[in-house]
T-cell receptor, first 113, second 111 residues
Framework: DTAVSQTPKYLVTQMGNDKSIKCEQNLGHDTMYWYKQDSKKFLKIMFSYNNKELIINETVPNRFSPKSPDKAHLNLHINSLELGDSAVYFC????????????FGSGTQLSVL | GQQLNQSPQSMFIQEGEDVSMNCTSS?????WLWYKQDPGEGPVLLIALYKAGELTSNGRLTAQFGITRKDSFLNISASIPSDVGIYFC???????????FGQGTTLQVKP
């Protein structure tokens, strides 16, 4: 059983399109995250939710909208995709907001053409 | 904002060699962690350090939390081909609740 699973693994799309990435964790954790890894492999937090409530919202364009229907799911919707959005997006979870032991999904490689 | 400087950026070593990498920060962290990312996968936690001066081992890996709380190092002894990957340090500050990652050290091991 995969602990943190995200889909799709690869996403290739045209500029201007809207796309979603889904994430689910079966660890019973309360806190979930979205991280972006750029072409230089730098990992930067985008959002964090604790029990469906947004607790961290970094300076991310409002074209990015996370949604957490329940604490086991955190989806990321991106509107009007731009070339600069191309990156690998990682979902992660931890058992609480102050627990730094994150469990990561295997990533979604987004390519915007 | 808080930044972590990780070095070296990349290493290419012979199987069996020992490896050392470190991470420094201008800010104090309460926790230091080391993650490894295999190609096509997400980072996986290797070691977590909670107290200044703490030295912790996990198999062939040893990591230390610096006395100043502004640095940490990771050593890998007797490297093997499956050690290949990107190693990230990360610092966690309880006041921000955020995990800040270093730029990563890419390790390649020649059999």
């Amino acid at each position: 059983d995969t602990a943190v699973s995200q889909t799709p693994k690869y996403l290739v799309t045209q500029m201007g399109n809207d796309k979603s990435i889904k994430c689910e964790q079966n660890l019973g954790h309360d806190t979930m995250y979205w991280y972006k890894q750029d072409s230089k492999k730098f990992l930067k937090i985008m959002f964090s939710y604790n029990n469906k409530e947004l607790i961290i919202n970094e300076t991310v364009p409002n074209r990015f909208s996370p949604k957490s229907p329940d604490k086991a799911h955190l989806n990321l919707h991106i509107n009007s995709l731009e070339l600069g959005d191309s990156a690998v997006y990682f979902c992660a979870s931890s058992d609480s907001p102050n627990n730094e032991k994150l469990f990561f999904g295997s990533g979604t490689q987004l390519s915007v053409l | 904002g808080q930044q972590l400087n990780q070095s070296p950026q990349s290493m290419f070593i012979q199987e069996g060699e020992d490896v050392s990498m470190n991470c420094t920060s201008s800010s104090i962290f309460n926790t230091w962690l080391w993650y490894k990312q295999d190609p096509g996968e997400g980072p996986v936690l290797l070691i977590a350090l909670y107290k200044a001066g703490e030295l912790t081992s996990n198999g062939r890996l040893t990591a230390q939390f610096g006395i100043t709380r502004k640095d940490s190092f990771l050593n890998i002894s007797a490297s093997i081909p499956s050690d290949v990957g990107i190693y990230f340090c990360a610092g966690h500050g309880s006041n921000t609740g955020k995990l800040i990652f270093g730029q990563g050290t890419t390790l390649q091991v020649k059999p």
